[in-house]
């Protein structure tokens, strides 16, 4: 029985021809060499799946290509979950089927994993490059090592570029939702939620960014519809973690991360157009969190974070009277920037 790999780098994979070549080329580059690749094409209908089985045949006990039963297309989270489902390795590394992998981008994070047993997971940055695989300014992802509570800073910026986790720690969280085009921002939450995490300086690979791209960051265009579609997908995201937090024991969420949840999930009604389903969860998030009654400091800062007045409104009406909050400096003065002058003008 052939012995286990140290780190099973999964590739979904759909309608990436173009690009899976150059994906494939840079894992298979890695100076680290103890890795399996586990592809899964998701019902591509260009030559997808061609490309992946060639690259099987090449590279012989180092890569098993799979497919959904009757070769459908389910989405980029059942996708993952049955890579995840074929993976043997100790660690996890994924891998979108259109960016590129650095050489020695396993190498640094399996040392990082090794040396650091009190971390679950790592992240780090990618550079950008454009459909030419030309380099673009910028670099998507961001460390968060500075930041108090991760959970909280990916409510509220969702960003996490080329991870590797534990598998046990993987498992422990369980599958990605199925039918979720935002799944990856769901499970980093639920993740960050159950371990501590770390941040690996120096760019680990190569992020893509084209027309079809439909990761949480894109430097292209976003029309009206674009970003309507964007603000659903996200929606779905927080209607899931707001769901799952109500049955999570333990630290897995705290009251306020809990509460802030639900303010999200309000503010991405109010983005949708669905008023009225904003304004329960703005009540949720004070019983979640009664703290943010007199916690104003922070509950100005989520607001203006979201940017929407009717937010402000909601949780000005929740706060009661007689109007307390409006001796505090700082929350008014948040407030105001939102455009709530003018509705306490009116008022």
Not at 9 to 20: E, M
Request: hydrophobic letters at 40%; proline letters at 7%; glycine letters at 6%.
């Amino acid at each position: 029985m052939p012995t286990s790999p140290l780190v099973s780098v999964c590739i979904p994979s759909y309608n990436h021809a173009r690009y899976l070549p150059a994906a494939l080329d840079g894992i298979f580059a890695q100076t680290f060499r103890d890795f399996e690749v586990v592809a899964v094409d998701d019902g591509s209908t260009d030559n997808s799946l061609e490309i992946l089985n060639d690259y099987a045949r090449k590279h012989p006990g180092m890569m098993r290509v799979y497919t959904h039963t009757g070769h459908r297309n389910l989405g980029i989270s059942a996708t993952d979950n049955r890579a995840i489902q074929e993976a043997r390795g100790i660690y996890w590394c994924p891998e979108d089927s259109d960016d590129i992998s650095y050489p020695d981008r396993l190498q640094r994070q399996v040392s990082m994993l090794e040396s650091r047993p009190e971390i679950g997971w790592i992240y780090g940055v990618s550079d950008y490059i454009d459909q030419q695989g030309k380099p673009l300014p910028g670099q998507y992802g961001h460390d968060l090592s500075s930041c108090p509570d991760l959970v909280e800073e990916l409510i509220l910026h969702p960003i996490i570029a080329p991870a590797m986790i534990r598998m046990n720690l993987l498992r422990e969280t369980g599958p990605f939702e199925p039918g979720m085009m935002r799944g990856e921002w769901e499970y980093w939450i639920r993740l960050a939620a159950r371990a501590p995490a770390a941040f690996m300086p120096g760019a680990a690979g190569a992020h893509r960014n084209h027309a079809s791209n439909t990761s949480l960051c894109s430097l292209q265009h976003e029309t009206p519809e674009r970003l309507l579609q964007d603000y659903k997908w996200s929606l779905e995201v927080f209607i899931s973690l707001c769901r799952k937090s109500q049955r999570a024991g333990g630290q897995f969420f705290s009251p306020r991360n809990r509460a802030l949840l639900e303010l999200k999930r309000a503010s991405l009604h109010l983005l949708v157009r669905d008023k009225h389903a904003a304004r329960p969860a703005v009540e949720v998030a004070f019983r979640r969190d009664p703290s943010l009654r007199h916690d104003l400091k922070n509950l100005a800062r989520y607001l203006k974070h979201f940017g929407s007045a009717r937010l402000c409104l909601a949780a000005i009406q929740e706060l009661g009277f007689p109007p307390r909050w409006l001796g505090d400096a700082d929350f008014v003065s948040n407030l105001l920037r939102v455009g709530v002058g003018r509705i306490l003008a009116h008022s």
